[in-house]
């Protein structure tokens, strides 16, 4: 499986967070938002690196009502992928949530998540995500099938927000990241303009 590399460089003057977030969660759920999936802090004048994988998996979080702002912390994450264990059920036991019953489900290529009758209204959101960080999320109420079909595109911003924070891209100065076939890495620089110089990287 590759690994895909974003190097960083911060030509500005300014300290903040390099973020990198996926828009097109590809879900006929209307209220599936974007989250601050890889976030590194970065110093004015600095480098730095953000690699991931392509290993996917199921998420759920007590998140109170999802808006923009919000953080997704994880209670707990569930390996899966889009050919097989890709359906699981939220539910809640004992005042706790937790995952049961994943399976194949059909058809192949989506990611799919029921939260049961025991869901609470606005407690907890589920989502899905790779590389061990949740990327998308929505609203978990009780009765809820939830269907991602995941195009794993790649924006980047900089900008102050947390891994995790829930984010309303209109309100984001992000630029879009295209690897190219058989590319696994790319150079983002920051310019001190806070403009984007985006070239291909030699790995």
């Known amino acids: 499986m590759p690994t895909f590399t974003i190097n960083f460089v911060n030509n500005s003057d300014s300290s903040g967070n390099f973020c990198v977030f996926q828009q097109n969660h590809n ?3 209307p209220d599936v938002f ?3 999936w890889r976030v590194e802090k970065a110093g004015p004048h600095s480098q730095l690196a953000i690699s991931w994988n392509m290993e996917l998996y199921f998420f759920w979080g007590k998140t109170g ?3 923009p702002g919000v953080v997704f912390n994880a209670g707990e994450n569930s390996p899966t992928s889009l050919t097989e264990n890709n359906d699981i059920t939220l539910t809640k036991e004992d005042g706790n949530y937790k995952f049961v019953n ?3 489900a059909f058809p192949q290529g989506s990611l799919n998540i029921m939260s049961d ?3 609470a209204i606005n407690q907890a959101s589920v989502g899905i995500g790779m590389s061990g960080a949740v990327a998308f999320a929505v609203q978990a109420q009780p009765n809820m099938y939830f269907r991602f079909s995941p195009r794993f595109d790649y924006w980047i911003t900089f900008a102050d927000v947390q891994q995790g924070q829930v984010l309303d891209p209109s309100q984001i100065n992000a630029v879009k990241i295209e690897f190219p076939y058989g590319i696994f890495s790319m150079n983002a620089t920051l310019n001190p303009d806070n403009t984007w110089t985006i070239t291909q990287g030699l790995d």
């Open 27 to 29: 879900s006929p759920n």
């Open 34 to 36: 974007p989250l601050a």
């Open 65 to 67: 009502a999802l808006k």
């Open 102 to 104: 994943k399976k194949n």
């Open 117 to 119: 009758n025991t869901t």
